[in-house]
């Protein structure tokens, strides 16, 4: 007869030692989740710092634009770089206006003049004729 011998087996230090692994494996997650927070943090104050700087910026812009559309500067680059002036007050200006002569167009329809002149569409007509050819001669 054979005997079979079995190890006593110690279910105590079984469950200490999966204990002290799964505590070990809980303390890793929870270092790598404060480490991942902590970086997010600095990427969080770097996005505030950019957000500044580019508020800045934007002020700073707004500021520029406002200094170069101030009627003021307008004025004096009119007068400087322009050689605009201001008029008097008693100071006024006239303008010759050179007479042209207009080139009215041979239309050939039925209408007599007299039906022409009675409306007034078919004058506004006949003007867009006129400048339609001028504009492509």
Do not use: W
């Amino acid at each position: 007869m054979v005997r079979k011998t079995y190890k006593k087996v110690n279910t105590k230090k079984r469950f200490v030692i999966k204990a002290g692994v799964l505590l070990f494996i809980y303390a890793l997650v929870l270092v790598f989740f404060c480490i991942k927070s902590a970086a997010l943090g600095y990427q969080i104050l770097a996005l505030e710092n950019s957000i500044q700087e580019i508020e800045t910026a934007n002020k700073q812009m707004e500021y520029q634009i406002a200094q170069k559309s101030s009627l003021q500067r307008i004025e004096k680059v009119a007068a400087k770089d322009l050689g605009m002036y201001k008029p008097a007050v008693n100071e006024d200006v006239a303008v010759k206006a050179q007479p042209q002569s207009v080139n009215v167009a041979n239309r050939q329809d039925t209408m007599t003049p007299a039906k022409t002149a009675e409306k007034p569409l078919n004058k506004l007509y006949s003007a867009l004729l006129v400048l339609a050819q001028k504009d492509s001669n």
